[in-house]
């Protein structure tokens, strides 16, 4: 139950403050609620663009972090010039084509047009602010979405896969096929006009960077010494579980941003509320995540594992995003939960088939991101699971056909594979000659 005004204004740590009987008057007699100009909501609408885009660019870093702690040592420097690589390349291509390809002309069809962005607001500069927000703030927040879906990749296909062939594979990606499945949706495509729900991206964004991933996992290969001749699976520890938590908890802060932003619009006190609402289900789901994975880790395991839990909180976050506007506190919770024991679930089954993700992304991203799409019918009245089904198998076929031919291209062009040689080595001394932690390959002196 929410607090009345006035209880909120008495626990405020015994402020005081007289106000005048002729002010009492003039906003008792105010509208209950007026309306903000159009300039203002212009103003506010850009501004949430911009600070929710900055928290999703944040998420970097918490990708960056994340992987950086999952990987071994010998992984780090890598990993975190992929991630560096990986959001300038996005940039760069959703520039230059991706966000026309997505957004301009697409009309209930299948694509856009091709063509860099320009932004035009010549008509607000003019004093109409019909256009709701600054275009430049559209465009940020729309790209960084875009880097996100490429971040996922990178972890999973972590330590054997060479550089150069990766950043290509982003390339496309980011050029081409996030822009056209995403213009099926956000873009007003067919899948839009069929009432497809995915209000922040669990599978627009979250199953396209999972489904790539798992066709870049069987076609590059486990990790050498992964998966034993017994049927054993070799543990391989990451390099610092302290940094992977600082991961998660960035990436949790970012996602208010992913998902509150999602909302489009702060020019309203029904827009803050809804954003409001949006920051408490997306926290309260992934504190579900955690627990689920934890219990359910401990059950199986008989041990809590600390990597299980990073993944559910994740989980959750992303199993809540299709529908973050919709479902109580309660709903929220358990679809958050689900996505967390997924995980603990999916993890041992990827290794049962011998497919090796170094960072559970394809737990995370892809299955629950799948889980949280189906779920949306179960708070939102307007959307089915028909329909949920059908956008979620479009999608699917579509990235995974795509993202094949890519990985095949490449790998038969230039490679995708480390030597044994290499990879023994390590991938920070065959790609970039440089060494995260230095010291620990010195000679005792």
């Known amino acids: ?114 063509g860099w962005w320009g932004a035009d607001d010549g008509a607000a500069l003019d004093g109409d602010f019909s256009a709701g927000y600054a275009a430049s703030s559209d465009w940020f927040f729309q790209m960084v979405f875009v880097a996100t879906a490429a971040s996922i990749v990178s972890g999973a296909l972590a330590e054997r896969i060479k550089l150069w062939p990766f950043l290509a594979f982003v390339t496309v990606l980011t050029a081409v096929i996030y822009p056209v499945q995403g213009a099926w949706q956000w873009g007003g495509g067919w899948l839009s006009e069929l009432g497809f729900a995915d209000f922040a991206g669990s599978t627009i964004v979250h199953s396209v960077g999972g489904w790539a991933a798992l066709t870049g996992a069987i076609i590059v290969g486990a990790r050498r010494g992964k998966y034993l001749e017994n049927g054993r699976v070799a543990a391989m520890p990451g390099s610092s579980l302290p940094l992977a938590t600082l991961g998660t908890f960035i990436l949790w802060l970012g996602w208010l941003g992913f998902n509150g932003g999602s909302q489009l619009a702060l020019g309203s006190a029904g827009d803050a509320i809804a954003i409001a609402n949006i920051y408490a289900n997306t926290t309260i789901a992934s504190a579900g995540g955690v627990l689920a994975a934890m219990g359910l880790s401990q059950i199986l395991d008989r041990k809590v594992d600390l990597t299980m839990a990073l993944n559910g909180a994740l989980a959750g976050l992303v199993s809540i995003t299709a529908g973050p506007d919709t479902p109580t506190l309660g709903a929220a919770l358990l ?111």
């Open 335 to 445: 679809i958050g939960s689900i996505g967390g024991a997924l995980v603990v679930v999916t993890v041992p089954l990827l290794d049962r088939l011998r497919i090796d993700d170094v960072v559970g992304a394809i737990p995370v991203h892809l299955v629950a991101g799948i889980w949280g799409t189906m779920a949306v019918p179960l708070t939102n009245g307007d959307a089915s699971f028909v329909t949920q089904a059908i956008g979620v198998i479009a999608i699917g076929a579509f990235v995974v056909a795509s993202s094949t031919a890519v990985w095949l291209i490449l790998k038969a062009l230039v490679g995708l594979r480390l030597s044994a040689e290499a990879e023994t080595q390590g991938v920070d001394e065959a790609e970039t000659g440089m060494r995260a932690y230095p010291e620990f390959g010195l000679p005792q002196r």
């Open 1 to 114: 139950m929410r607090a009345s005004p006035e209880s909120r204004n008495r626990g405020c740590r015994g402020l005081r403050i007289a106000i005048p009987a002729a002010l009492v008057a003039l906003a008792t007699a105010a509208p209950a609620q007026a309306e903000v100009s159009s300039e203002t909501a212009y103003v506010l609408n850009t501004f949430s663009f911009l600070i929710h885009g900055a928290l999703v660019l944040w998420m970097a870093a918490g990708f960056a972090m994340l992987e950086s702690g999952l990987v071994r040592t010998k992984s780090v420097t890598t990993i975190l010039l992929k991630n560096l690589a990986l959001f300038s390349i996005a940039g760069v291509t959703y520039f230059l084509v991706g966000y026309n390809l997505m957004y301009d002309g697409v009309d209930g069809g299948l694509i856009g047009n091709p």
